[in-house]
């Protein structure tokens, strides 16, 4: 985090944009607290507030639109065997393929 604050106080907005990219690509980056920080820093003048919210606005953006694609360009076996190897397991990753369709609400 404390390199990210350095880059944060020397390039601003273009920092604030990468590093909303790579957290919603799954990056272990502590975005919410860069975006507190941002807030810091558009309080004490450093940074505009229209223009962070632009950029970190803009960067959620650009990342769910590389996500999508990577997820239409790639498909379903490449998440399966992926989560399979490293996250859930086989029976963990066929769950998210069906999504609400097969659950039952009881109220």
Do not use: H
């Not at 601003?12 to 807030?39: D, H, N, R, T, W």
């Not at 990342?63 to 999508?68: D, Q, V």
């Amino acid at each position: 985090m404390q390199y990210l604050t350095s880059f944060m106080n020397d390039y601003g907005y273009l920092v604030l944009f990468l590093s909303i990219i790579f957290g919603i690509m799954a990056l272990p980056i502590p975005i919410e607290a860069l975006m507190g920080y941002a807030g810091f820093l558009a309080y004490k003048g450093q940074l505009n507030w229209f223009g962070s919210v632009l950029s970190a606005s803009l960067g959620c953006l650009v990342g769910l639109m590389i996500a999508y694609w990577i997820g239409s360009k790639l498909g379903m076996p490449f998440f399966e065997n992926t989560a399979q190897k490293f996250i859930l397991g086989r029976k963990g990753s066929n769950q998210p393929r069906y999504g609400l369709k097969n659950t039952v609400i009881n109220c």
